[in-house]
Every structure is written in structure tokens, then in C-alpha cells.
């Protein structure tokens, strides 16, 4: 689902929970992620500094990096796929 606005388009993530798409950095597959090394040291670093905010109450598949207001991990039920063709439709 995307709402527009001006120059902006919001991507919805889960939940009740939007994002502007020019904030998302990248969306990564959960469980490919964390069979590398550096894949869980990255999520493990977000987690202590308080930057992970999980939108489901559901096994995450996916999350989205973004950079506002400052680095977050986001959390989502939704597949790294589903997500992507929400942003894909916002150009």
C-alpha cells in the first residue's frame, strides 16, 4: 500500500506503520541475513543501541533499513519480496 504526497510516496511496512521511501536504504531477507557473521553482528549492534522497532507480533521474514531520523531497523512479517514491489510501485 502507498499513499502520495507532493514529491513524497510512504511505503507501509506492517501494522499500522508507514515510511517515506526515500528514507529506506535497503530491505534484506531476515534469515539470510543472520546466517552470516557480519549479518548478525549488524542486527546484534542495532538491537543494543535501541534501533530495531519490530511491526509484527508474527516470525519477522524481513527488515528495512532506514536512515531517518537516524539508522533503524525495521522489523516486518511481510516478505523481503512484498516489500519491494511496495517500493518498486512508488517510481
Known amino acids: 500500500m502507498l499513499a502520495e504526497s507532493a514529491?513524497?510516496?510512504y511505503?507501509?511496512?506492517?501494522?499500522?506503520?508507514?515510511?517515506?521511501?526515500?528514507?529506506i536504504i535497503?530491505?534484506?531477507n531476515l534469515e539470510t541475513t543472520t546466517i552470516s557473521p557480519r549479518g548478525r553482528e549488524f542486527l546484534n549492534y542495532a538491537q543494543k543501541n535501541g534501533a530495531v522497532v519490530s511491526l509484527s507480533?508474527?516470525?519477522?521474514?524481513?527488515y528495512?533499513?532506514?536512515d531517518a531520523p537516524v539508522d533503524?531497523?525495521?522489523?516486518?512479517?511481510?516478505?523481503?519480496?512484498?516489500l519491494r514491489r511496495?517500493?518498486?510501485a512508488a517510481f
Open 7 to 9: 514529491d513524497f510516496m
Open 57 to 62: 507480533e508474527e516470525l519477522p521474514q524481513s
Open 64 to 66: 528495512v533499513l532506514a
Open 11 to 23: 511505503v507501509h511496512l506492517g501494522r499500522d506503520y508507514v515510511l517515506n521511501d526515500r528514507d
Open 26 to 28: 535497503g530491505i534484506f
Open 86 to 88: 511496495r517500493v518498486e
Open 72 to 82: 533503524t531497523v525495521y522489523l516486518s512479517e511481510l516478505s523481503p519480496a512484498a
